[in-house]
C-alpha cells in the first residue's frame, strides 16, 4: 500500500521520497567504514600477471552470496582486499526482487513500502558514492539463485519416472533464457541510464554465475530453519539420496541448470561493452567440504570465490 499523506502518531507530517531514500541508506550503511588495503600482492593476481594490489570504490546489490550470516563474497573483498564497497544486498531476493520489487523488511527492521523500489534504492545509493574527484567505478551485482532454487525447482524437474529430460528445457528456456535475460538487461539500462546522468563515464558491472552446488538436503545450520533448497524436490520428483550415486545423479541435473544460469550471463557481457560476466565454476572444485548447504559456500568456498572477483576487477578497472 502507497504511503498515505497523513500525519503520523506522533504528529509529524510524512517524509517525502527522498527523506525515505536517505533513511534507507543511512541504516543500510551504518557502522560499515573504508576497510585497509590488503598487504601485498594477491597470489591469483600475481598468476594473472598483475603485480600491484588496487583497490577501488564499489557498490552491490543481490542475494545471499553478497548477504550471508558471517562471512560472504562482500565481505572479502572488503577486508582481504581493502575494496570500499556500499552494499544492499538481502539475503533470500530473487532476480524479481532485485529488479521490480519493493524495499523488503530485513533484520534492521526496514519496513517494506511499494513506494521505494529495490531498483531506485540501488540508483540512489550510486549517486550518493559518486563525486567527481572520486567517482564510482564499479557495480557488483548478484541474482538469480533464489529464482530456481527453493519451490521454485520444483518446476523445473521432470519426475525420474517420467523419463524426459533434466532440468526440462522448455522451462529452462522460458525462464532463464528469456525471463532471466530481460530481468538483467532491464536492471543495467537502468544502472547505465543513472551513470549518464551522473556523468559516470567509466562505470563497469560485474555480474556473476554460480559454482556447482551439491543437492544433498544441507540447509542453513541455525536452527535449521532455512533450507534445504533442491532436497524436497528431487524426493517429490522420485530422485532419492540414499547413496553417492544418488547424490551426483541429483548434482548432474543441477550442473547442467548452472551451465544455463551462466550462459545467459555470458550473453548478457557480450551485449553490453561495460557489462562483465565472472566466471565462479569450478572454484570450488569438487570439494563438497567447501559448500555450508545446498546454496551457499563455506567461509574458505567465500574467500575464494572474492579471490576471483577481486582479479576480474584489477583486469577490468583501469
Do not use: C
Request: hydrophobic residues 40%.
Amino acid at each position: 500500500m502507497p504511503i498515505q499523506n497523513t500525519p503520523d502518531k506522533a504528529g509529524k507530517e510524512p517524509k517525502d521520497h527522498n527523506e525515505i531514500l536517505e533513511a534507507l541508506y543511512q541504516a543500510r550503511t551504518a557502522g560499515r567504514q573504508p576497510i585497509m588495503r590488503f598487504e601485498g600482492v594477491h597470489p591469483l593476481l600475481e598468476s594473472g600477471g598483475i603485480d600491484t594490489a588496487k583497490t577501488y570504490k564499489l557498490v552491490a546489490q543481490g542475494d545471499s552470496w553478497f548477504d550471508y550470516p558471517g562471512d560472504d563474497i562482500i565481505n572479502y573483498l572488503r577486508e582481504g582486499h581493502g575494496h570500499t564497497i556500499k552494499n544492499i544486498a538481502v539475503a533470500g531476493s530473487t532476480l524479481n526482487d532485485i529488479v521490480y520489487g519493493p524495499v523488503p523488511k530485513n533484520w534492521l527492521g526496514i519496513p517494506q513500502s511499494d513506494d521505494v523500489s529495490r531498483l531506485e534504492e540501488l540508483l540512489y545509493l550510486m549517486e550518493k558514492n559518486h563525486e567527481k574527484n572520486d567517482p564510482l567505478q564499479g557495480v557488483l551485482l548478484s541474482g538469480g539463485g533464489n529464482d530456481i532454487a527453493g519451490p521454485e525447482f520444483f518446476s523445473f524437474l521432470n519426475n525420474k519416472d517420467a523419463h524426459l529430460h533434466n532440468p526440462d528445457a522448455m522451462v529452462v528456456a522460458g525462464v532463464v533464457t528469456e525471463t532471466f535475460l530481460n530481468a538483467y538487461r532491464d536492471l543495467v539500462k537502468a544502472i547505465f541510464a543513472r551513470a549518464d546522468t551522473l556523468q559516470i563515464n567509466n562505470l563497469h558491472v560485474f555480474i556473476h554465475g554460480y559454482d556447482y552446488p551439491w543437492p544433498d538436503g544441507r540447509g542453513f545450520t541455525m536452527f535449521n530453519l532455512v533450507g534445504p533448497w533442491f532436497d524436497e524436490s528431487f524426493n517429490k520428483k522420485n530422485f532419492p539420496y540414499n547413496n553417492h550415486d544418488d547424490l551426483l545423479e541429483r548434482r548432474k541435473i543441477v550442473h547442467d541448470f548452472i551451465e544455463k544460469f551462466n550462459d545467459m550471463l555470458a550473453t548478457l557481457a557480450s551485449e553490453y561493452p561495460r557489462v562483465h560476466y565472472v566466471n565462479l565454476r569450478g572454484t570450488l572444485d569438487e570439494d563438497i567440504a567447501l559448500w555450508a548447504n545446498e546454496l551457499h559456500p563455506t567461509t574458505q568456498g567465500f574467500s575464494l570465490l572474492a579471490d576471483k572477483m577481486n582479479l576480474a576487477l584489477h583486469q577490468v578497472i583501469q
